[in-house]
Nanobody, 119 residues
Framework: QVQLVESGGGFVQAGGSLRLSCAASGSIFRINAMGWYRQAPGKQRELVAKITSGGNTNYADSVKGRFTISRDNAKNTVYLQMNSLKPEDTADFYC?????????????WGQGTQVTVSS
């Protein structure tokens, strides 16, 4: 069994910063790509940022220059540093990881953490 547990969401004023964390635990052989997605009310879930096991990253255009994704492979943890937050960043943020367990490889999702940015 594999679990992803997120933390770090909250309420912040525009221009502020938050740091999200997501720790994977359980029967993990190897973690491949990890990423963050978000879903705003009434909208589809969208990719925010992704990082490969080798550290290559890609970002949604809307967050480039403001958000930074990183990972600590020793801790099976991915982070999202969010700076210069805007009200349009308000959403539920979800961690995603492609994980080789001892039986199969599949994508896992966290439970989500809410980020609210006030104007």
């Amino acid at each position: 069994q594999v679990q992803l547990v997120e933390s770090g969401g909250g309420f912040v004023q525009a221009g502020g910063s938050l740091r999200l964390s997501c720790a994977a635990s359980g029967s993990i052989f190897r973690i491949n790509a990890m990423g963050w997605y978000r879903q705003a009310p009434g909208k589809q879930r969208e990719l925010v940022a992704k990082i490969t096991s080798g550290g290559n990253t890609n970002y949604a255009d809307s967050v480039k220059g403001r958000f930074t994704i990183s990972r600590d492979n020793a801790k099976n943890t991915v982070y999202l540093q969010m700076n210069s937050l805007k009200p349009e960043d308000t959403a539920d943020f979800y961690c995603n990881a492609n994980i080789n367990s001892y039986h199969y490889t599949r994508d896992y999702w966290g439970q989500g953490t809410q980020v609210t940015v006030s104007s």
